[in-house]
């Protein structure tokens, strides 16, 4: 249906001739809206291997997405698309909102099982609104912007704060965080044997031009874990409100026009967690940083919309400092174990592995100064 020789971010016309799309996409999301153009933007799926076009029809702009193979299931996804009404049915202009299948307009309801996306070629395709503004918060960054972003935050928080997942009432409220429970046992199962195979597999890759950074990661593994074991047990033992969180909230996903945060997007990792674990994954990613007055600006702004209590003010840091050293060990994994490829985003790839091993050498020096 549409050019897929098309270069990336260029407007094209649509055209019969060809058939990027399955019928079923033209015929359910496409014609109901009188697409007329349309342009595929090359890497800004993320690197999930999602694929996405930006499409114009009846005078607006969507977003048509094509979620990858095997995530999510159609109960997941359909949950993902629960919050996102609710958040919208609360009046966040943040969120996008979901067209509903041959129906060419927005959801007006809740949606039930399956209703708001439809399966082609094996694989969920959804359309929604297109929302405005620029993921550009590294090139222009600023303390209003910033606080803009964790108030867009704050507001999307407090829209989940009491939606349970169907049927389970008691999956919210206080209780265990998993965002601890998991890096607890992830650093447990950073034993020597386990570090000594990572290393022994990005040997075959010592001319890469990540791999330095990826044996300096480990490299710190040995004096960073029992700290962090200890600090995350200890919180461990404690009970935390938690709720819906995005949790791959990042510099990509925080979209802004001008001071304003205008977007939030890419629900794909969502679940029930402490709201820490957002403001942790954005704060850290935007800022480049770990706690410090930069974050006390976005979480007196985020404050003005969810109060946090001391404890969740508390574990911010061992939440960040863990994450640091985690998402490195999680990316030699994908590289040199399982050799998973990310076409179009080396250069992304090469910086992430320098940032983190940068981040995990940076900790260790403060704790070594700490202790000296």
Not at 54 to 67: F, M, S, T
Not at 168 to 173: K, P, R, T
Not at 227 to 249: A, G, H, N
């Amino acid at each position: 249906m549409f050019n897929s020789e098309a270069s990336s971010n260029s407007w094209l016309s649509i055209s019969y001739s060809r058939d990027e799309f399955p019928a079923k996409v033209v015929s359910e999301f496409l014609f109901p809206i009188g697409a007329d153009r349309y342009r595929q933007l090359g890497g800004d799926g993320g690197l999930s291997g999602a694929r996405v076009w930006q499409v114009r029809g009846n005078d607006r702009e969507y977003c048509l997405r094509q979620w990858p193979k095997p995530h999510p299931s159609v109960s997941k996804l359909t949950e993902i698309h629960r919050c996102m009404f609710h958040a919208l049915n609360k009046g966040l202009d943040t969120v996008p909102a979901l067209i509903r299948p041959r129906m060419g307009r927005p959801i007006a309801v809740e949606p039930r099982f399956g209703e708001t996306f439809i399966e082609a070629d094996g694989v969920f395709w959804e359309l929604s609104f297109w929302l405005q503004g620029k993921a550009d918060y590294w090139t222009h960054p600023s303390p209003e912007r910033l606080k803009s972003a964790c108030r867009a935050l704050g507001q999307l928080h407090a829209a989940w704060k009491d939606l349970a997942p169907h049927g389970d009432v008691n999956a919210i409220g206080l209780q265990l965080a998993p965002a601890i429970m998991d890096r607890v046992w992830r650093l447990q199962g950073l034993t020597e044997r386990a570090v000594d195979d990572l290393r022994q597999a990005l040997q075959r890759f010592s001319h890469a031009e990540w791999a330095q950074a990826a044996f300096q990661i480990l490299q710190q593994i040995d004096f960073l874990k029992p700290t962090f074991l200890s600090e995350l047990t200890y919180w461990s033992k404690y009970t935390f409100p938690c709720q819906y969180v995005m949790r791959d909230i990042w510099h990509d996903h925080v979209l802004f026009q001008g001071d304003h945060c205008s977007g939030l997007i890419d629900y794909g990792a969502i679940r029930i967690d402490t709201v820490t674990t957002d403001l942790v994954r954005m704060l850290g990613s935007l800022t480049k940083s770990g706690p410090n007055g930069d974050w006390q600006i976005g979480l007196t702004e985020y404050q003005r919309e969810v109060g946090l209590s001391e404890n969740e003010i508390a574990i911010l840091g061992p939440l960040y400092r863990s994450s640091v050293l985690l998402s490195g060990v999680q990316w030699i994994r994908w590289l040199a174990v399982d050799e998973l490829q990310f076409p179009g985003k080396e250069t992304f790839v090469k910086q992430r592995l320098a940032e983190l091993a940068a981040g995990a050498q940076a900790i260790a020096a403060e704790l070594r100064h700490a202790i000296a």
